[in-house]
């Protein structure tokens, strides 16, 4: 429970739940600091209402600690219990919040607002349509290249992600990692799966380049790793 760790990495409603308890206990200035990623959640249809809590929950224990600091101040002497008077600084980030957007959270949370444009690693978007990729430039969109073949180990996956699915066979066959992001928990189940039965029809047919396929995706050895805790 709250108080065993000196370190939690929570889920949002995890976070809840334990401030919840540690306001109740009235311990939520044993807390010196809450990092919350991916801040932009808060306006999220489903989970967004239990980050504003998570987050009203210390902003409200700010405003109390702040009101007894100042009743501190005026009356040194006094029997009240002044201990639970040590701030909880909160560290909020998102990379998708727009510049307005972010200027009312952060007068929300009372906090200085930090931006900046660096990326360790240069960052190029490209959009799939029609059966092609197009990068995009300056002065729009300029079609480089082709999408992967998909009906052959593909045609069981549903029509709107075949694409998605053959680009990210392509990666691993290629040796690189690849990150794919899903909307829903059921449809990274479904994704995955299709991967995996993908990269199983693959290494049962008996082509030369599925051959060289099978021994390639074997050879990598995170991508090896993954397919077997599926």
């Known amino acids: 429970g709250p108080g065993q760790e000196a370190v939690a990495v929570t889920t949002i409603e995890k976070a809840c739940v334990a401030l919840s308890r540690l306001a109740a206990e009235g311990r939520l200035g ?9 801040l932009h959640m808060v306006g999220d249809e489903d989970r967004g209402a239990t980050l504003e809590a998570a987050l009203a929950k210390l902003r409200f224990h700010e405003r109390k600690r702040r009101r007894d600091a100042t009743r501190r101040d005026a009356a040194p002497n006094a029997d009240a219990d002044f201990s639970n008077l040590e701030a909880c600084q909160i560290i909020a980030m998102s990379a998708t919040v727009a510049h307005d957007s972010l200027e009312r959270l952060a007068g929300w949370l009372d906090a200085r607002l930090f931006v900046t444009n660096y990326r360790p690693v240069p960052l190029a978007e490209h959009v799939v349509a029609d059966g092609a990729a197009f990068a995009k430039r300056a002065a729009g969109f300029e079609r480089v290249r082709g999408v992967p073949e998909t009906e052959t180990l593909f045609a069981e996956a549903p029509a709107a992600d075949r694409v998605a699915l053959a680009l990210v066979a392509e990666s691993a066959n290629e040796g690189h990692s690849c990150l794919a992001f899903c909307p829903s928990r059921n449809k990274t189940e479904a994704l995955a799966l299709a991967l995996w039965r993908a990269f199983e029809k693959a290494s049962l047919q ?12 074997a050879a990598t050895r995170k991508v090896a790793d993954a397919r077997a805790r599926l």
């Open 206 to 217: 008996k082509s030369s380049n599925a051959g060289a396929f099978r021994a390639r995706f």
């Open 30 to 38: 044993e807390l010196c600091a809450v990092v919350v990623d991916e």
